[in-house]
């Protein structure tokens, strides 16, 4: 055990935090943290675009940016069957390692498990993080009103049918990679130079569908939302329209749904299109007053319809 942490993890992961071994990383804060914790399970271990590795530090990187805090701190948490091939460990190590490194944050402690055959699926990653929320930043449903506009960062769908597409063994078919990314470089520069963002939240789980729904009950508004305006791939409407799938419900694991106001939503587009990760970025609705708590779409023929909340899930271990 102690040459797999030394030779694996520490070789790879090093940092003036972790390298002291502490039982808990000594870490001082006088300022409002933000943290949270992740675990992911995702099947396979590696899909177009991203592995497990990246999956893991870019989904609790991004749980922190949309709360309005800066990422500085991981844990990082490995359970891993008996069996699993050191290269292939050392490989999603390496990952782990660049993704930190490239995102600007350290992983300042962890703890690494092995299991007997059978009693997990290769390996399992629960991710903790621990960032500054950003002075002057208030984000909160309570602040959403009508007018409002709603922004997605990028066009959806491409993380979960990049994962099924791969499992399914049909990813080549319609090479789709996964949208995978960590948000604090796009995000974070918004928050600390323009005003008027209320609200942030990450598409993971149940989709960009179920992201406003959860957003409109919260806040008790009503949302309406325009088909034509809803960046997604000709590649990720095929799969779709093949594997019987909505993509409004498909898992993003490296947008943001943005709620801002509606005199600096033109500002906010803006900046995000300057930046690789929003250079599709697009303002997909609107705040309304009524329905309160429902979600409505408007279709490309003019037609409206409720889009509800994903009340299964279609897409398992994604992530």
Avoid at 123 to 149: E, Q, W
Avoid at 306 to 311: G, H, Q, R, S, Y
Wanted: proline fraction near 4%; include cysteine.
């Amino acid at each position: 055990m102690h040459n797999l942490i030394k030779d694996v993890l520490l070789s790879r992961l090093n940092n003036p935090v972790l390298a002291k071994l502490q039982d808990s990383a000594s870490i001082d804060y006088k300022e409002q943290l933000a943290f949270t914790t992740d675990s992911f399970v995702v099947s396979p271990l590696n899909f177009p675009g991203a592995d497990i590795g990246k999956l893991a530090v870019c989904g609790t990187i991004n749980d922190l940016v949309v709360a309005g805090a800066e990422p500085e701190y991981l844990s990082l948490g490995l359970i891993i069957e008996e069996g699993l091939e050191i290269k292939t460990l050392e490989r999603i190590v390496d990952s782990i390692a660049k993704t930190a490194k490239l995102a600007k944050v350290y992983i300042a402690t962890g703890d690494l498990k092995v299991v007997e055959k059978g009693a997990c699926d290769k390996l399992f990653i629960n991710t903790s993080g621990i960032g500054r929320i950003i002075k002057n930043v208030k984000l909160s449903v309570d602040r959403i009103k009508p007018t409002d506009k709603i922004i997605t960062t990028g066009a959806i769908g491409e993380h979960g049918l990049a994962v099924l597409t791969s499992r399914k063994g049909i990813g080549l078919e319609f090479n789709i990679k996964s949208d995978c990314a960590a948000l604090n470089q796009l995000i974070i520069p918004l928050l600390k130079k323009t005003q008027g963002i209320k609200f942030m939240r990450d598409p993971t789980r149940g989709g960009l569908a179920t992201t406003l729904n959860e957003i409109s009950q919260a806040s008790g508004k009503g949302f309406i939302i325009h088909e034509k305006n809803i960046p997604i791939s000709s590649k990720v409407k095929a799969a779709c329209e093949l594997l019987g799938i909505d993509p409004l419900y498909v898992a993003c694991e490296g947008r943001a749904v943005i709620i801002v106001d509606d005199k600096n939503a033109g500002k906010i587009l803006s900046l995000l299109k300057k930046n690789p990760l929003g250079r599709n970025a697009r303002i997909i609705g609107e705040v309304i007053k009524e329905p309160r708590g429902k979600v409505i779409l408007e279709t490309v023929i003019g037609s409206e319809r409720i889009i509800d909340m994903l009340t299964g899930d279609a897409l398992p271990r994604i992530c």
